[in-house]
């Protein structure tokens, strides 16, 4: 008995397509050109917000030890216009881990600023904190701004932009396990070094943009500050832009609070992760 030749057609197929999974590393895409939220977000006017800046291209995360390396890639060359000293300035992400696929377990709330929640299962026990900014200050906002969940916010101990990818190491205190069981979402924002109020260095979506607002929102408090995240299957795929938009979909009251919040789901984990749609039976070849 041999394995017909359209299994082995699918199998590969199937495989070239999924994201790259592996015991202690797992890496996803995302589609370009979706850099808009919910589908009408615009760019702040001010001209160093490159077109493609907050484009999220690919993220990698890979355990090593007690440390874990961070990759994000952008669609543009990243530049250093504020001097920083960091090799980029105007991006920041956070990246949510969901370490046990428990509905009920972790939390659905997320940090200041980004006015999105988690479905219940995809409740998250740790996220990583991607900013331009020193550790020292962003520790400090974390600890003014988001005390109760300190604890589970992870600040890289290094951060660097080059070409078109930042990169990070992180202590991985209190996240053991194998990633990729483990479920993510990267949230694209921009570095704030002036926030509003209780925002988290993040940057505010208005209804119209500014020099340094993102426009195509709302001027309450109940939009998505969220430019990219990933979205289906962290493939790539173009049907993955209207999976991002139906998650920041939202609605406001009409005092500026939110109506219906943008409730976010995450890429990998629980799933079996490389495994191929169900195959024919093999057939004989003659």
Request: net charge negative; proline share 6%.
């Amino acid at each position: 008995m041999k394995t017909s030749r359209f299994a082995l057609m699918t199998l590969a197929a199937a495989l070239v397509g999924a994201p790259a999974l592996a015991a202690d590393k797992v890496s996803f895409k995302d589609p370009t050109g979706d850099d808009n939220g919910p589908g009408t977000y615009k760019y702040p006017t001010d001209t160093v917000y490159k077109r493609g800046s907050f484009d999220l291209t690919d993220f990698t995360f890979e355990k090593k030890g007690t440390k874990a390396d961070v990759t994000l890639g952008f669609n543009t060359t990243l530049e250093d216009p504020w001097k920083m000293g960091s090799g980029f300035a105007v991006q920041m992400a956070f990246i949510f881990i969901d370490t046990d696929g428990k509905a009920g377990s972790g939390s659905t709330d997320t940090l200041p600023g980004l006015n999105v929640k988690f479905a219940p299962e995809f409740a998250w026990e740790k996220v990583i904190v991607i900013s331009p900014q020193n550790s020292a200050r962003v520790k400090a906002e974390v600890g003014n701004k988001a005390a109760a969940a300190k604890d589970n916010v992870l600040v890289p101990t290094r951060t660097k932009g080059s070409g078109r990818k930042v990169s990070a190491t992180v202590d991985l205190a209190g996240l053991e396990g194998d990633p990729s069981q483990w479920r993510f979402q990267v949230v694209v924002q921009s570095n704030e070094g002036f926030p509003a109020g209780n925002d988290l260095l993040t940057r505010k979506v208005n209804e119209y943009e500014g020099q340094h607002r993102f426009g195509g929102g709302n001027d309450g408090d109940c939009d998505p500050h969220a430019i990219d995240i990933l979205a289906g299957e962290g493939k790539g795929d173009a049907s993955e832009v209207k999976a991002q938009q139906e998650m920041l979909a939202f609605e406001c009251a009409e005092d500026g609070t939110a109506k219906k919040p943008a409730t976010l789901t995450m890429v990998g984990g629980m799933k079996p992760a490389a495994q191929p749609a169900a195959q024919p039976a093999p057939t004989e070849q003659k």
